[in-house]
């Protein structure tokens, strides 16, 4: 995903020459771009098969942690294809498969962001909308079918620009040794900028103006809540226990939203301000791919319905077993269910 240098010395005649000034330069990138495609490979199929296989995690929010999960695979499948190119001097692939690589990574990233979006006003309405059949009208099927589709629509009119015009072209870089976009002279730092502007600053926009007014109506309802009388409430404790289960479900996405403009910030500021061939974009880069392998990580050790469904893959054999009929006394047959109430359901992530 690195962009052509934009200035007039990188476009004449050193525009070939590679920014690492050895082999060994290539390999730190490189190597922590495989480790973190396979750790994330890994990691986001097993939240995808943790919300298929686990009813308890199939809730309006986590259809944008499936979304944000199966862009996140296609990021780390494509982007080992980016780490065997730095390590060589020329493509060793077809260029078909370079210009897949840019395409994908462009618009998965794209759509990662988004998600985190749709995630933050999702928490937004859950938290601070007081009746839960309000939450259920304003997130209905047909509406999220329509965020879906808005979390992919603007990354893929982005990525395909380069497919449909001379705007800019899908190639091979030589002087990143990465698969990306080129340009000529007057569209080279167009397209740095669109692909800037489109997935960065209106993101971060709402993704700031949400968990702030998150933060700000969960501190003064807390307030409140603790200023009541508890007798005048014989359902307190039980509400005081889901309201505490949404605000640590934000939490928990608010550190996923955190983590991923430390691993964004560093890339779309240098796409923008540099103008120079440098070696601190590739890093950045190397850093922006790396996030998709860091929100498993996340739920699996913060969430504890995640970490149950994933302690339930690691041992299927013994889940297995405990899902056998347990013979009780006097011939008659039980099995061990576990209850959950739709409120519950509701407030889970």
């Known amino acids: 995903m690195d962009a052509w240098n934009t200035s007039d010395e990188s476009l004449g005649s050193n525009t070939t020459e590679s920014i690492y000034a050895s082999y060994a330069e290539r390999q730190v990138p490189s190597a922590a771009t495989f480790v973190a495609s396979f750790v994330g490979l890994l990691g986001n199929l097993a939240v995808i098969c943790a919300i298929l296989t686990v009813k308890k995690l199939q809730t309006t929010t986590n259809v944008f942690v499936f979304n944000l999960a199966v862009a996140d695979v296609l990021t780390c499948t494509v982007a080992p294809l980016q780490a065997v190119t730095i390590l060589n001097d020329e493509l060793v692939f077809p260029l078909w498969v370079c210009k897949l690589v840019a395409f994908c990574l462009i618009t998965c990233i794209g759509c990662s962001i988004n998600c985190l979006v749709c995630i933050a006003v999702n928490r937004l309405i859950g938290i601070t909308t007081a009746a839960h059949s309000v939450y259920r009208k304003l997130l209905t099927p047909c509406k999220l ?44 730092f167009s397209y740095a900028m669109l692909v800037a502007v489109v997935f960065f600053p209106i993101q971060f926009l709402v993704l700031f103006v949400s968990y702030l007014r998150i933060f700000l109506y969960v501190r003064k309802t807390s307030r409140s809540t603790l200023g009541q009388d508890s007798a005048a409430y014989t359902n307190l ?43 601190a974009l590739s890093y950045a880069s190397t850093i922006l791919v790396a996030n998709s392998s860091v929100n498993p990580i996340i739920y699996a050790t913060r969430h504890p319905d995640f970490r149950t469904a994933f302690a339930g893959m690691v041992h299927c054999g013994r889940k297995g077993q405990s899902s056998q009929p347990v013979v009780a006394p006097r011939g008659r047959v039980s099995y061990k269910t576990t209850t959950n109430t739709d409120f519950e359901l509701q407030t889970s992530v």
Request: charged share 10%; glycine share 2%.
């Open 145 to 188: 079918s329509f965020a879906l589709v808005l979390t992919w629509f603007p990354p893929l009119v982005v990525a395909t620009t380069p497919l449909l015009s001379d705007y800019a072209e899908y190639g091979y870089n030589p002087i990143y040794n990465s698969c990306t976009w080129q340009s000529s002279r007057s569209y080279t």
């Open 237 to 279: 404790a039980l509400q005081r226990q889901l309201w505490e289960r949404q605000v640590a479900v934000t939490k928990n996405l608010f550190l996923v939203v955190c983590v991923f403009l430390l691993c964004l910030s560093p890339y779309f500021l240098i796409l923008a301000l540099v103008k120079t061939a440098s070696s």
